[in-house]
């Protein structure tokens, strides 16, 4: 079994910073591409920035410049700074992982965490 757990929400005024944390734990092979994605209110769930294993980030047009997604993978772990947070970013922060175990290294399972509120608000 594996999992991942989000850390770091909480309530910030807006042009203020948060870090997200996302720890994966379990009987991990490998873990390839990370990502953050978010939900808000009546809306559908979005992917804000993904990072692979090798460091290359992408991100959603309305967080670029604003938001910097890393990892650390002696620590099997991805972070996601916030700065520069406006009322739009307020959601529910979830992680994935594609996460290879043991059990079976060649093939990736997609794991979800249980997320994180962001409220930006003054």
């Known amino acids: 079994q594996v999992q991942v757990v989000e850390s770091g929400g909480g309530l910030v005024q807006p042009g203020g910073s948060l870090r997200l944390s996302c720890a994966a734990s379990?009987?991990?092979?490998?873990?390839?591409?990370m990502g953050w994605y978010r939900q808000a209110p009546g809306k559908e769930r979005e992917l804000v920035a993904y990072?692979?294993?090798?460091?290359?980030?992408n991100y959603v047009d309305s967080v670029k410049g604003r938001f910097t997604i890393s990892r650390d993978n002696a620590k099997n772990t991805v972070y996601l700074q916030m700065n520069s947070l406006k009322p739009e970013d307020t959601a529910v922060y979830y992680c994935?992982?594609?996460?290879?175990?043991?059990?079976?290294?060649?093939?990736?399972?997609?794991?979800w965490g249980q997320g994180t509120l962001v409220t930006v608000s003054s």
């Open positions: 990072i692979t294993s090798t460091g290359s980030a």
């Open positions: 379990g009987m991990i092979f490998s873990i390839n591409t």
């Open positions: 994935n992982a594609a996460i290879s175990t043991l059990e079976a290294p060649n093939r990736d399972l997609k794991v």
